[in-house]
């Protein structure tokens, strides 16, 4: 018994390490209340920021709070935030979501399978939301987090999504982007 514990085990890692940075994000389309559909295709040549949400979770709200601060003042750069939510029934939910935190980018739903698809995230894992996966101007996921990351940590986690934001928004040069505008917070370390 030990033995296949063990078997299950190193098989759950290895799937854990099934995400490889950097990949093509492909194609993906988020459905939109009232029959629209967004495509990441729609926003080539930008820097993505690809949330994941359930819209009753008060870490994805948080979260959602953060991207639309982030979108406002990184938009001008070439950033566009768009999150889908895959709660189950995510059609009905996204219209109040929206209106209670007025985020400042598009959100429509999709449903678990398609996150977990692009995430490439392994089945026999729990997905903690949310969910957010980082592809830069030439359509490459180059980093994601899911909620139970150090990264995702309530205190420090604008920090670390404003480094990978400015990892994305880089030149194909690698270095980041000069910041615009006066009086914006240095995200140097």
């Known amino acids: 018994m030990m033995r296949r514990v063990g078997l299950f085990l190193a098989a759950a890692a290895l799937f854990a390490e099934a995400a490889t940075f950097p990949r093509k994000a492909g194609e993906f389309t988020i459905a939109l209340n009232g029959g629209k559909k967004i495509a990441l295709s729609d926003y080539k040549g930008k820097a993505v920021v690809l949330g994941f949400i359930l819209t009753t979770c008060s870490h994805c709200q948080a979260t959602t709070g953060i991207l639309s601060r982030l979108q406002t003042e990184y938009g ?5 935030v768009l999150e889908s939510a895959i709660d189950q029934g995510a059609e009905a939910f996204v219209p109040r ?4 935190y007025q985020p400042a980018f598009p959100v429509g739903f999709n449903d678990y399978p398609a996150a977990q ?4 995230f392994p089945p026999m894992q729990i997905m903690h939301m949310p ?9 490459n996921i ?4 899911t909620g139970s990351d150090p990264e995702m940590t309530e205190g420090i ?22 910041a615009s505008g006066a009086g914006k917070k ?3 370390k």
């Open 97 to 100: 979501f929206i209106q209670t």
């Open 186 to 188: 240095s995200t140097k």
């Open 157 to 178: 986690q604008e920090k670390n999504l404003r480094a990978q934001i400015e990892k994305i928004l880089a030149p194909s040069g690698g270095s980041p982007a000069p």
């Open 76 to 80: 001008p750069r070439g950033l566009q």
């Open 142 to 145: 180059v980093a994601q987090y």
């Open 131 to 139: 969910g957010l996966v980082f592809i830069d101007r030439s359509g």
């Open 117 to 120: 698809a692009l995430m490439q």
